[in-house]
Every structure is written in structure tokens, then in C-alpha cells.
């Protein structure tokens, strides 16, 4: 069995190759730096947590790359405080970065066994997270608006009510929420950042390639 040291080393290095590929943002460096990624794969993964790999986590899905982690986290730019949505729970490790970034976190996952399983380990750790089974694609209204929104599965388009989610630019004195999707095929799909400048107006950009599991969903899904 693994020591505490060796992967506290491991995880160090992990941060280390981060920084290397481009995630120049410190508060997410830090955060991979403190969240225990080996305590969110099963323990036949855990000499593996800290490549910078996806590794299954049952029901066929994914815990996702540490690097498309820090990246969206990165794109959301979250301030302490923030209201983050995340869409697609998975294994918690993204909502885990996202408590340790300071944020307030909504998480929604589809296969509720795997809610289940999550949501035991999120609170064994002490992150406090609001978890809910269901359809991602359609939002948590009644806690909306949201500073971030989050989508960790590959979608066919940014779903309009995830969209109408968000901040907009000036309400209570704060920035234009921020919607972070990977959007495109089954085989391959671009990160798209989109910020709500007004209650119809989004300014979008679009950056890197990546490949996720798909979004299933009435809003988006592949
Ligand atoms: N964020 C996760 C983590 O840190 O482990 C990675 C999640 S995995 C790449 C994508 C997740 O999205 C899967 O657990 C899948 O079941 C979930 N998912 C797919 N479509 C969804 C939807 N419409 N609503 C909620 N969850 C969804």
C-alpha cells in the first residue's frame, strides 16, 4: 500500500506538469495541489490517480483528466464565494477542486447509484456540496442565478436553459456568470467558455480539443 508521503509527492509533481502545460492560474494550481484525487478512484487505480489520465469509475463513466479539470476550472475564473453548477457529478473530484477554489457547489449527476456512492465520500471528506439525481441539462432553477456552470460530459451545443442559468453581467455589482462546455461530436469536442453580457447577449470563445464521455440529456445531449 501507497504512504500519505508518496502521494502527497505524486500529487506535487502532478501540480508541477499542470503548471508546465499551461494552467497559469495559481488558486487552481493550488487547489489540485490540496485535493486528494487517490480518494476518488477505486483503490486498484490509486497507484495510478495522479497520471494525468481519466480512469473508470463505474456505470461506464470517467473520474476526468487533471488537466481538463484544472482547464475548466481555469475558464470558469472562480472567485471565493461563487455559485458553481456542475452537470455530471462522476467520482466528485471536479466539485472537490471547485469547494477548494472557495466556491459554493451545486452538483447534478445522472446515475443515481453512482450519486449515492459520491455523495458519502464527499461528506467523509468534509466538502460540502448540494447533490442532486437527474437531468444536468436542465439546470437547478431554483437556485439559479450562478456565477459558473460547468458541463464535465461532451455535449452537442450549450443548452439554452443552463445558458438562462447564469448571471448576467451587473446583477448584484458581480461579473458576467460563465458557462464552460466541451460541445462537438461523439469523437472529439472544443471547449467553449460563454459569458451572459445581457438577458440575450453571451459573448463566446472557443479553445482546446478534448474527449469526453457523452452528455445524455434532453438539452445538448450526443
Ligand atoms: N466531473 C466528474 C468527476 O470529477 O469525476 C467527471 C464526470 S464524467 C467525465 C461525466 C459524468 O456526467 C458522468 O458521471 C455521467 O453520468 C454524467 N452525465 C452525463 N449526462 C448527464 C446529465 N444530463 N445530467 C447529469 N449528469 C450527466
Redesign the pocket.
Known sequence: MLSDGVFDRRRQRLVDQMREHGISDERVLAAIGSTHRHR?VEKAFRPRAYEDE?LP?G?K????QPFT?AYQTMLLDVQPGDRIL??????????AVLCEMGARVFS????RP?LARTRDLLASLGYRVALKT????LGWASQAPFDGVVI??GASEAPETLLRQLRIEGEDDKPAGRLVAPVGNRETQTMWLYRRLAEDRYEKTASRQFK??????QQG?L
Do not use: C, N
Not at 456542475?86 to 466539485?95: K, L, P
Not at 447534478?108 to 446515475?111: A, D, L, N, T, W
Open positions: 476518488f481519466a469509475i456505470m463513466q470517467t473520474i476526468s479539470v456542475e452537470v455530471g457529478t462522476g467520482s466528485g473530484y471536479q466539485a447534478i449527476e445522472r446515475h453512482l437527474g437531468d444536468g441539462t464535465t460530459a469526453f464521455v457523452p452528455l445524455i440529456g445531449g
